[in-house]
């Protein structure tokens, strides 16, 4: 052998494991029918193709495929090279591990083939194997969650959601997912629900990129919640650092088993409520790119909430006409749409349309048991019925729904409410019953945190006239219509 010589992988195995068999050059070449010659030539200088290497190991040694496949991978990492006849895959950083025997049943499996197609087949089977062990993850995850979310909340211990630290990947995505779906029902339980998700990712015991990539995954969740809260300053802040996390942690999953397009359409709901609607509409855009179809339908619903947004109803509905055949039998999106088009059809002045909008809208919420979205849905039928001519019912609308958002000190959407129904009183002569709602009712919305500046303005212009005996319908309906304009864009001014 000329100095400095370097043998390849293939050839000290078929070494090694001939001397580990007591056996000769000639007995191994009488066993495979080759000469002696050639057994020679494979161990010291021409590494023998995959197949030949399983034949003489397998096939006439004895040996297992598995334990000639180890001790090839062991050889390459010693050497620090590869053989010559094929490329050894590089090693996953997958956060979804194997076990022993699921790598050498695969093994076992890919060893009839040639190494390049061994290794090909190899990594098409692990994939295979990681993505049952997501889905299966998935499935225990939302039973775990179920059965926890089921319990009041004085009783939820935190401690006892999962014992298995292979599922808590799995659990902190499911309970940032069912965060979301809360808000529906109530921002607080949201809330709770998101920092329950940030506490189980921040237990992974998975490598660190894996579990900044999770991390950040699930604060856009909670992120959301506050946004759901009527606090986008503070969901502002947390989403810019959910995507610094995000990003750091990019190389911890190489599967992109977190699905990116949640972060996009996540984002651009942060965008749209502070009023950057260009960028809402890109980032939308880039959701729906990256999203499988199944979740264009949502996509779509979110394009038509920034169109409502931006107070173009014309636009609105055609997006939900677009949306449509999309959102199949889904009775949360179903809901969603009939209530956009309820909205947007009573901006257009189209009452007994919106008035069928309503009625679905409200039947699925029922049906669901939203009971933010039922809140919301009774002052939009405030709405529909003023615009129908029903004043008692109208009123009756209102005065429910403000009472909810007094609950929840929802304070922007108390402040719009009253205004709606401070326009229909004043039309209707109530101007004592309007006095008391200001200067009582509404005291608490002038120090809340979730009145931006032009708010402010504008309801202590409003104050102002109502104690000095000067309000108006015609007032009152300007401020409402600025309220309605301006939870979008803080920026607007009420022009007095």
């Known amino acids: 052998m000329p100095p400095g010589h370097l043998v390849a992988i293939g050839c000290l195995l078929l070494n090694a494991l001939r001397r580990g068999r007591g056996l000769k050059p000639e007995a191994l070449a009488l066993l495979a029918g080759r000469s002696a010659a050639q057994i020679r030539a494979w161990e010291y200088d021409e590494e023998p193709i995959w197949p030949t290497l399983v034949e003489l190991c397998v096939t006439h040694m004895k040996y297992r495929v598995w334990e000639v496949e180890e001790l090839y991978d062991c050889l390459s990492r010693i050497q620090g090279l590869t053989g010559r006849n094929c490329a050894h895959p590089a090693r996953s950083l997958s956060p979804i591990l194997l076990t022993e025997a699921e790598l050498q049943a695969v093994r076992r499996l890919a060893a009839p083939f040639g190494r390049m197609a061994q290794d090909a087949y190899t990594e098409a089977a692990v994939r295979e194997l990681r993505a049952a062990k997501v889905r299966k993850a998935r499935q225990d995850a939302q039973a775990l969650c179920v059965a926890f979310l089921a319990q009041a909340p004085e009783r939820r211990n935190p401690g006892t959601l999962t014992a298995d630290a292979a599922l808590l990947w799995a659990v902190a995505e499911e309970l940032a997912e069912r965060s979301a779906k809360a808000a529906a029902h109530s921002y607080k339980e949201a809330l709770k629900i998101a920092r329950l998700a940030c506490k189980t990712a921040r237990r992974v015991p998975d490598a660190e990129a ?206 719009v409410a009253s205004l709606e129904e401070a326009e229909l009183r004043l039309r209707l002569g109530h101007f004592d019953r309007v006095q008391r709602m200001v200067t009582f009712d509404m005291k608490w919305v002038f120090d809340a945190e979730g009145i931006h500046e032009g708010a402010h303005a504008a309801l202590v212009l409003f104050r102002q006239a109502v104690e000095g005996g000067e309000a108006t319908a015609e007032l009152a309906r300007r401020v409402h219509h600025y309220l309605d304009r301006a939870a979008y864009n803080p920026a607007l001014r009420f022009d007095g």
């Open 210 to 415: 894996w579990r900044l990539r999770l991390l950040g995954f699930c604060l856009a969740f909670l992120a959301n919640a506050w946004r759901v809260a009527g606090k986008n300053r503070k969901a502002q802040r947390l989403f810019r650092r959910a995507l610094d996390l995000w990003n750091r942690g990019e190389a911890g999953d190489p599967d992109r088993i977190l699905p990116e397009w949640r972060m996009f359409d996540l984002e651009a709901s942060v965008r749209r409520d502070g009023c950057e609607f260009a960028a809402a509409l890109a980032l939308l855009d880039r959701a729906k790119d990256a999203a499988p179809e199944t979740a264009w339908g949502h996509i779509f619903l979110k394009r038509a909430c920034t169109f409502d947004a931006m107070f173009e109803p014309e636009r609105a509905l055609a997006v939900l006409h677009e949306a449509e055949p999309r959102i199949g039998a889904d009775k949360e999106l179903l809901g969603l749409a009939a209530s956009l088009e309820c909205s947007n059809l009573c901006r257009l002045g189209h009452y007994p349309a919106a008035e069928k909008a309503l009625k679905a809208a409200t039947r699925l919420a029922s049906e669901l048991g939203n009971l933010l979205d039922l809140v919301r849905l009774r002052g939009l039928r405030g709405r529909v019925e003023a615009g129908l001519g029903r004043t008692k019912a109208a009123l009756e609308s209102f005065e429910t729904a403000r009472r909810h958002f007094d609950e929840e000190k929802m304070a922007y959407d108390y402040a």
